[in-house]
């Protein structure tokens, strides 16, 4: 049976990261992937590495608007009607994470590993030679009314106490700095440091490229089983098997099915997202743009000017509903007139969520040697680098820059 030091099943994003750090770390490394490594859902993302975004979704305000928001076809947040029942739980725990004493728990977990995150990912970056792919510039936060721009506004202590940059701008230098925003907007809040993935596909990419390169292996298969076998862990994959002492479970929003066998019942559900590509968009922002009130970004990419965002819950088979790729276009020719639809590709991903918008990171604790690096939710781009450092602290059972505690998987 083939062996190798670490098997990674999952090459996404997540996994793709940790499967370099291990390697320069010294140790052999397998990813085990159905499809293509570094092609997983960050390929279609927003290209926005948030590190400022240190809020869960969970809040007061989101679960009161929750009923009027979810049966709007347009709004930002859907649930397939079959879909329902399957949410109930995870529904319920999202509810209890709303509570104050909860976030604040969840902005001291994720501060912490954010501000690791740009220099993870720059150093990952060079040592892969893919830095064309991270542009470092701001980020504008466009509210479209005064109230939600002072709504948002009073984060910017709690931010700033954290160590994130904020500036607050009224809509004349927005629209100065960005001519294209030409309908009503009340202002923006940019933050300075943040970093634009110019092609998440082709950074992906240069990332997997890069991990075969030095010497990595790939099994191409879809992973059904992890059985103990010797003190380390067989994955069985497509009729393949491989045996390693330690296997990362980075299969993002697939990774419950992987775990149940084990044991482990993970709160994850799949928060849908959609983009739309635009290759000819006849507009030119020159930085990522988001719009809060309706929960999409516009991000300028080698391919054209992606518009993605939106969460839909309707679990992993249900077909993709492009009709939420194309409201998009509509959405933003409220803030861009003059954008251009044609020629657009529609795409859907699977956002990995668990109910309090942290992920789960850390060893199994029934089966040492596994390590799970999942549910990175809408920053697992960004996340992914650092997230990769401590997959290999637990490998090298070293203590990790961030304390995992939080993250673990049997907090629910
Ligand atoms: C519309 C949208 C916009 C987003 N924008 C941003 C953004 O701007 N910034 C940001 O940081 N994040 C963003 N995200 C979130 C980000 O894309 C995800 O958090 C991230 O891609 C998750 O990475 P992952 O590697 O954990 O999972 P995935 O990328 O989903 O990778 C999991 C991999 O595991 C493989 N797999 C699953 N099961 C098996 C199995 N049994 N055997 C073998 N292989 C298996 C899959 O094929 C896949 O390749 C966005 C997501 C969406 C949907």
Request: hydrophobic share 40%.
């Amino acid at each position: 049976m083939p062996t190798t030091d670490v098997a990674v099943v999952g090459g996404g994003i997540v996994g793709t990261c940790a499967a370099i750090e291990l390697q320069r770390r010294g140790r052999a490394v397998t990813i085990v992937e159905r499809n293509e490594p570094g092609a997983g859902t960050a390929a279609g993302s927003a290209g926005y590495l948030a590190y400022d975004d240190i809020f869960p979704i969970p809040s007061p305000a989101i679960v009161a608007g929750l009923p009027r928001m979810l049966f709007d076809r347009n709004g930002p947040l859907v649930v397939q009607t079959t879909y329902l029942p399957h949410l109930a739980g995870w529904g319920l725990r999202f509810i209890a994470a709303a509570r104050p004493s909860v976030i604040r728990r969840s902005i001291a977990a994720l501060a912490p590993m954010n501000r690791l995150a740009s220099k993870a990912h720059e150093d990952l970056a060079a040592r892969a030679g893919a830095q064309r792919y991270l542009v470092r510039e701001s980020v504008f936060h466009v509210f479209r009314t005064e109230a939600s721009l002072e709504t948002a506004s009073k984060l910017i202590p709690t931010l700033e106490r954290e160590g994130f940059d904020v500036t607050v701008m009224d809509r004349d230098t927005l629209q100065a700095l960005e001519p294209a925003i030409r309908n009503g907007v009340a202002g923006a809040i940019s933050f300075p440091n943040s970093h634009r993935c110019t092609s998440p596909g082709r950074y992906g990419a240069a990332l997997a490229e890069y991990f075969r390169g030095q010497g990595g292996s790939v099994i191409r298969g879809n992973a059904q089983a992890l059985e103990a076998f010797g003190g380390g862990w067989i994955v069985r994959a497509d009729g393949e098997e491989l045996l390693a002492p330690r296997v990362v479970v980075a299969t993002g929003a697939w990774s419950r099915a992987l775990l149940a066998p084990l044991g482990y019942t993970v709160p994850l559900e799949s928060a849908r997202g959609y983009n739309l590509m635009l290759a000819e968009p006849g507009v030119a922002p020159s930085r990522t743009l988001l719009f809060e009130e309706d929960h999409f970004c516009a991000t300028p990419m080698e391919e054209g000017l992606r518009l993605a965002g939106t969460v839909e819950f309707a679990g992993l088979e249900a077909p993709p509903n492009f009709y939420r790729s194309d409201m998009l276009y509509d959405i933003a020719r409220g803030y861009l007139p003059d954008l251009q639809r044609d020629p657009a590709t529609r795409w859907m991903g699977h956002r990995p969520s668990l109910p309090d918008s942290l992920p789960v990171i850390g060893e199994l604790p029934q089966h040492p040697g596994i390590i799970a690096a999942f549910g990175h939710e809408r920053r697992g781009l960004m996340q992914s680098a650092v997230t990769a450092q401590c997959v290999a602290d637990l490998v090298e059972r070293k203590p990790p820059p961030i304390d995992l505690a939080p993250f673990r998987i049997d907090r629910f």
